[in-house]
């Protein structure tokens, strides 16, 4: 006998869809019911869906994650809510080891990062601040200021744009 394999669905709230393989065939579940095989789908699902599929699911203790222009194919919001999931999936139990590189062009990218960052910064003053934070960002996607770091290039070298003062994205650089 043929072992067969167990049918897994993905549930994929960032880009409202779920996601299934199935009888050699990849295919895209909406809110509607109807379904397109993947390669029917928008660039932004094509581009970003084996991404949130592979963090649901980490396998791997001492990971680096890759992650060229998340921009690519998403409006800022789809952007946002992206870098939000990377975050708080990175901090999964079998993801705490690993890490995550996210080389943009996209300040909305940068501006989100720094909102994550302020919103450790500030949560950290007191549990009532920390609630009403949560409120506005949730705390799982918050980023600590030592787990975080950014540069540009220029000129074969890498260079910091945290304000060592702030531990944010230099506002200057945000563009």
Request: aromatic share 10%; proline share 5%.
């Amino acid at each position: 006998t043929v072992a067969r394999k167990r049918q897994r669905v993905f549930n994929l709230p960032i880009l409202e869809v779920e996601f299934q393989h199935d009888k050699g065939e990849n295919r895209v579940f909406f809110r509607n019911n109807q379904s397109l095989l993947l390669e029917e789908t928008s660039s932004a699902i094509q581009a970003n869906l084996p991404l949130l599929v592979i963090l649901q699911y980490p396998v791997n203790v001492g990971s680096l994650f890759v992650v060229e222009e998340l921009e690519l194919h998403g409006f800022p919001l789809l952007q946002k809510k992206l870098l939000y999931y990377i975050v708080e999936r990175m901090k999964h139990p079998k993801l705490e080891n690993a890490y995550v590189m996210l080389p943009t062009h996209s300040p909305y990218i940068l501006s989100a990062a720094n909102n994550l960052l302020f919103a450790a910064k500030v949560g950290r003053l007191n549990q009532d601040t920390r609630v009403k934070v949560n409120d506005i960002v949730p705390q799982t996607s918050w980023i600590e200021s030592e787990d975080f770091s950014a540069y540009y290039i220029a000129d074969g070298q890498a260079i910091s744009i945290i304000d060592n003062n702030t531990g944010l994205i230099d506002e200057n650089q945000l563009d």
